[in-house]
Nanobody, 125 residues
Framework: QVRLVVSGGGLVQAGDSLRLSCTAS????????MGWFRQVPGKERAFVAA????????DVAESVKGRFTISRDNAKNTAYLQMNSLKPEDTAVYHC??????????????????WGQGTQVTVSS
């Protein structure tokens, strides 16, 4: 079982930056593709970004492209979501997820069997 611990959320103003971290308990972190999703009340979990096990492939949702960057450090068993130029519409609970690298980088939440707890990101105008 892979355990994921998320940190880095908070309350910021529009235009500010935040970096979320997702640290895995699994020693085989380098065998996992990682994803970030976000959810607001009453809506489905939405894809934000994903990165392959090696870091060689990334995918970012159009709504955050150019502002958010996903990365990973396999030596630290940690994936990151750097969020710049935050907007009020980025307010959500952010979740990280992991999937075995046998699959490709995916935007589908149901492709990720392992999930961390959410962290609230609130962007004030």
């Amino acid at each position: 079982q892979v355990r994921l611990v998320v940190s880095g959320g908070g309350l910021v103003q529009a235009g500010d930056s935040l970096r979320l971290s997702c640290t895995a308990s699994e020693r085989t972190f380098s065998r996992l593709n990682m994803g970030w999703f976000r959810q607001v009340p009453g809506k489905e979990r939405a894809f934000v970004a994903a990165i392959s096990w090696s870091g060689g492939t990334t995918d970012v949702a159009e709504s955050v492209k150019g502002r958010f960057t996903i990365s990973r450090d396999n030596a630290k068993n940690t994936a990151y979501l750097q969020m710049n130029s935050l907007k009020p519409e980025d307010t959500a609970v952010y979740h990280c997820a992991a999937a075995p690298r046998t699959g490709g980088v995916s935007r589908g939440a149901n492709e990720y069997p392992y999930w961390g707890q959410g962290t609230q990101v609130t962007v004030s105008s």
